[in-house]
């Protein structure tokens, strides 16, 4: 890293995430201005922040869900001609749309809940759904992270109901029903393209929506994971195929439902994870003997040195 070069931290954005980006943005640039100038910066729109230089500062974005994580934000750095830390644009957006993830997962051979895909506008009949995929059925839309908009639905009536509220509140774009998958919820951090520990996570309301990953007491956490050896490497090496089935670089995070037979079932791929001392890639982390600021390091390292060759080149 060349005299006069830092990293520059984005946090904050337009989605419903922000103050969880916030969070995840002050705590990296803490961690990181331990090894290499490095400052937060704000954002407030979904546009490139002005004032930046490409040819002396890298980009760690800690923007959370919508623009930020869906490869709007991916695309401007890459046309400015930034480094930056974390997937590029076209995994994003194929990781930020569930659907089409599941699908690239499915097709390298890894195990996904069965599905229907619509759009706000026009939920598929309730009776055909509960007929195809059971009584207990998830809800959510098909490119939110953090659980946003999760719904848990048992029976007819009840999806009914849910698919009534979709359609009332003015939500666009389009949501998944799923048949839900009894077993034991996990996440598994990847770093480099190798899996870190296993995390277990177990909320007290049933469902690890919203409230119970940012409600202090709300969740369980065990890491590692409660399971025996063959499960956790079974977990890691489904986090693995689906880092290289989506095409992600530098780091990610993939959650799963363990099977009750043991089989990891992908719900998504997160490539712009929380990053709080708290959240759940620090945790997988730890349980691999890196702490947080070991952990931040790692993230930007890549990039740190993606702009070293290119200043090399250019030479």
Not at 200 to 213: F, L, M, Q, R, V
Not at 283 to 304: E, I, N, T
Request: proline share 5%.
């Amino acid at each position: 890293m060349s005299l006069g070069t830092e990293i520059v931290v984005l946090a904050g954005g337009t989605s419903p995430e922000r103050e969880v980006s916030l969070r995840s943005g002050r705590a990296v640039a803490a961690a990181l201005a331990r090894t290499w100038p490095a400052r937060l910066v704000i954002v407030d729109a979904d546009k490139l922040p002005e004032g930046l230089d490409a040819r002396r500062q890298v980009v760690f974005s800690t923007l959370h869900g919508g623009f930020g994580e869906n490869g709007g934000m991916q695309r401007l750095l890459e046309a400015a001609g930034f480094s930056y830390a974390g997937c590029d644009a076209a995994c994003s957006a194929l990781a930020m749309d569930k659907a089409a993830s599941k699908a690239a997962f499915a097709a390298a051979g890894g195990r996904v809940a069965r599905g229907i895909f619509f759009t706000a506008d026009k939920p598929p009949p309730a009776g055909d759904v509960v007929h195809e995929l059971g009584a207990e059925l998830v809800v959510k839309p098909n490119a939110e992270g953090s659980s946003v908009g999760l719904s848990l639905v048992r029976g007819e009536a009840a999806l009914v109901e849910v698919f009534l509220k979709i359609r009332g509140g003015g939500l666009s774009g389009g949501w998944l029903v799923e048949e839900r998958v009894p077993g034991r919820e996990i996440s598994v951090g990847v770093l480099g393209g190798r899996a870190l520990g296993v995390v277990e996570i177990c909320p007290k309301s049933g469902a690890y929506d919203y409230a119970s990953k940012y409600t202090a007491g709300a969740t369980l956490y065990f890491a590692p994971a409660r399971i025996p050896e063959a499960e956790t490497a079974a977990c890691r090496a489904a986090a693995e195929r689906a880092f290289r089935c989506l095409g992600c670089r530098d780091f990610a995070r993939a959650d799963f439902i363990l099977d009750n037979t043991g089989v990891p079932v992908l719900l998504e791929v997160n490539t712009l994870p929380g990053l709080t001392a708290t959240s759940l890639l620090p945790k997988s982390a730890a349980c691999a003997g890196l702490d947080f600021a070991s952990l931040a390091r790692a993230l930007a390292a890549p990039a740190v040195e993606r702009l070293a060759e290119a200043e090399g080149g250019a030479q």
